[in-house]
């Protein structure tokens, strides 16, 4: 588990920067739910389990882009301070907010840049889908799930020019 931390680290920097603006698309109901969702990618930018714990339920579960499953103080435990790392910068985009009484999914990708196998920086980026409910303190994170999105295959190559006639 501690290459998917360090690979999730690398995905989220600059999150409530880079959700401002499809913040705006969206309607003003769903914006506790987009501010959770930034403040929570925040905190785990910063390392900070004591923000984190106040963001997600008693019986938070989630799914590794590696397929792991971590509860509550497993995932907790990923976020102590001996164990804080330097993270790249990273964008949020696209939060689709569904809606369902007491409960709602956030669905919006983390894109970062990382080292290609050239030495050239290249984008990954990770689907999050996220569980949220409403509790009598407000909205909390119940789930999530990360999914790596596939690298975009290069741009074909050019087809030779036709010989003139």
Request: net charge neutral.
């Amino acid at each position: 588990m501690a290459g998917y931390r360090g690979f999730f680290a690398l995905g989220t920097t600059l999150a409530l920067a880079a959700m401002a603006a499809p913040a705006a698309a969206q309607s003003a109901e769903d914006a506790p739910l987009i501010a959770l969702v930034n403040k929570f990618v925040e905190a785990e930018r910063q390392y900070d389990q004591k923000q984190i714990a106040a963001l997600i339920t008693d019986d938070y579960a989630e799914v590794s882009p590696l397929g792991e499953l971590d509860l509550h103080d497993a995932f907790l435990g990923f976020y102590a301070p001996d164990k804080k790392r330097e993270v790249p910068a990273t964008t949020l985009s696209a939060p689709l907010v569904r809606r369902y009484g007491d409960s709602a999914s956030i669905i919006t990708t983390i894109s970062f840049q990382r080292p290609g196998p050239d030495g050239q920086p290249r984008t990954a980026s990770i689907r999050v889908g996220f569980l949220a409910v409403k509790t009598k303190d407000g909205w909390k994170l119940a789930s999530a799930q990360y999914t790596p999105e596939r690298p975009k295959a290069p741009a074909a190559p050019a087809a030779p020019a036709a010989p003139a006639k």
